[in-house]
C-alpha cells in the first residue's frame, strides 16, 4: 500500500504507442477473460520495486543514469499464464541484452538495498489479470526495438490503475556500442 511517503515503483521497457494499439486488439479478439490491462499501461517490466520511500526517487534516478546496456529487438509471440490468472505476451527466446538490462538494473538495486523477487527473471507483458482459465501456446508476433527504459510509477485512481513515468533512459545504439 502506497501511502504519500511511499510510491509503488517499476522500471520497465514501455511499448510503442502502434505496437499496444496492434496488441490490444489481438488480445481483444482472444476471449482472454479477466481484466484486460489498459492500452496505456501496456509494458515490459525489467524490475519491479513495490512501495519505497518517496525520499529514495533521487537515488534510483541516478542508479539507472549509470545503466550501460545496448538496445535491441524485442519479440513477443507466446501466450503465457502466470501466478493467479495473469495472462501475458512473452519472447519465445530472450534477447541477451534484454537480460543484461535485468540483471544489470537488479544487480544495482541490490546494492542499493533493494530485494528483488527471488524467482527468475522471466520478461513478460500482462495483457488481462484474474483471467479463469490458463492460456498457454503460440501468440500472434509482436515486436519492436527497445530504445529506452523507464522508471514508473503505479497509482490506483477512481478509473483504475495508471503508470505515471518518472524517468526515462535511452540504450546504446548497435553503432555507438562499436
Not at 489481438?26 to 518517496?54: I, K, M, S, Y
Request: proline content about 7%.
Amino acid at each position: 500500500m502506497a501511502t504519500e511517503d511511499t510510491l509503488r515503483l517499476f522500471f520497465a521497457l514501455p511499448c510503442p504507442p502502434e505496437q499496444a494499439a496492434a496488441i490490444c486488439s489481438w488480445r481483444d479478439r482472444q476471449a482472454l477473460g479477466g481484466r484486460p490491462v489498459a492500452l496505456e499501461n501496456l509494458h515490459l517490466t525489467l524490475a519491479f520495486l513495490g512501495a519505497q520511500p518517496a525520499a529514495r526517487l533521487d537515488a534510483l534516478r541516478h542508479l539507472a543514469a549509470g545503466v550501460t546496456s545496448d538496445s535491441f529487438e524485442l519479440t513477443l509471440n507466446r501466450l503465457i499464464t502466470l501466478g493467479k490468472g495473469f495472462v501475458c505476451l512473452a519472447p519465445s527466446e530472450a534477447p541477451p541484452a534484454l537480460l543484461q538490462l535485468g540483471g544489470s538494473l537488479a544487480e544495482r538495486l541490490g546494492a542499493l538495498g533493494i530485494v528483488l523477487d527471488s524467482r527468475p527473471y522471466l520478461p513478460h507483458m500482462t495483457l488481462a489479470r484474474q483471467a479463469p482459465t490458463q492460456a498457454q501456446g503460440a501468440a500472434a508476433t509482436f515486436g519492436w526495438k527497445a530504445e529506452r527504459f523507464v522508471l514508473y510509477q503505479s497509482q490506483n485512481t477512481t478509473n483504475g490503475v495508471r503508470y505515471s513515468e518518472l524517468g526515462s533512459w535511452p540504450l546504446r545504439s548497435a553503432a555507438a556500442s562499436d
